[in-house]
């Protein structure tokens, strides 16, 4: 009886079509038409909004690297150490251009914002640095006082960090806390996929980015002409100038 009023329900040429491709983001559950033209909307539907997240994010990030700095380096002849990163937060910065055209999409760009600008906020200030050569000409300077000398470049991945917040399970998780509803279709798929994206992502960009322009200065307390001609700055300060991460 149920496969008599199946027969009767579609069009011999609904029962079966040509399934969807292997890159689209759902799969149908059979080959009617009806599935799978369900399954490609869909797959459409989330490819627009993970576009549009990822930019929203990609802007977010942008925005930082060009903006932040790094203050209250210490310094100790050519050794630099210590120091606070100050920038914006990201989670307004994604909220301004996340998708949000739907009561839906509303919810999931707010989780994502939130989760992904705590786990920033929490590495940022968990950045220093280690004790790095950043001034060798601090090693030894003919002056009572070193004017601002800008650091070596060396790459963010040289300075310590702790990025515990910002790895795919944290951020998942996070994201489903603001999400509130465990058990909604896809949103755990979905905040998966970022999560894992945006940690891929990171990591390189660590890897790529050079911390420069941190201005250095400090004074030389044994400079003693001419019988101490040169000597250590003691005591310097480091302050990065805005967009010193690019």
């Known amino acids: 009886m149920a496969r008599k009023i199946y027969d009767m329900a579609f069009a011999d040429q609904e029962k079966a079509v040509p399934?969807?491709?292997p890159l689209n983001l759902f799969r149908e559950s059979t080959l009617n038409k009806y599935h799978v033209d369900t399954a490609k909307g869909m797959g459409e539907k989330f490819e627009k909004y993970i576009e549009g997240i990822c930019g929203a994010i990609w802007s977010a990030v942008n925005t930082w690297t060009s903006t932040a700095t790094i203050q209250g380096v210490m310094i100790f002849g050519p050794v630099a150490t210590g120091g606070m990163v100050v920038g914006p937060p990201l989670t307004p910065l994604i909220l301004s251009q996340g998708p949000m055209t739907t009561p839906m999409e509303l919810r999931y760009t707010t989780a994502i914002a939130t989760a992904i600008g705590n786990g920033w906020l929490t590495w940022q200030s968990s950045i220093k640095v280690p004790g790095l050569p950043w001034y060798p000409a601090f090693?030894?300077?003919p002056a009572p006082v070193a004017p601002p000398m800008p650091n070596i470049p060396m790459p963010l991945v040289t300075l310590v960090s702790v990025d515990a917040s910002l790895a795919?399970?944290?951020l998942k998780g996070m994201m489903m806390g603001t999400f509130g509803?465990?058990?909604a279709l896809h949103a755990a798929d979905l905040f998966d996929a970022v999560s894992q994206a945006f940690n891929s992502v990171f990591m390189m960009?660590?890897?790529?980015t050079i911390v420069k322009n941190v201005l250095g200065t400090g004074p030389i307390p044994t400079f003693a002409p001419p019988i101490v001609p040169?000597?250590?700055v003691v005591g310097g300060i480091g302050t990065g100038l805005p967009g010193c991460f690019t």
């Open 19 to 21: 399934p969807n491709q």
């Open 139 to 141: 090693a030894a300077f």
């Open 168 to 170: 795919p399970g944290a």
């Open 181 to 183: 509803d465990p058990t």
């Open 205 to 208: 960009y660590k890897l790529s």
């Open 230 to 232: 040169v000597g250590p």
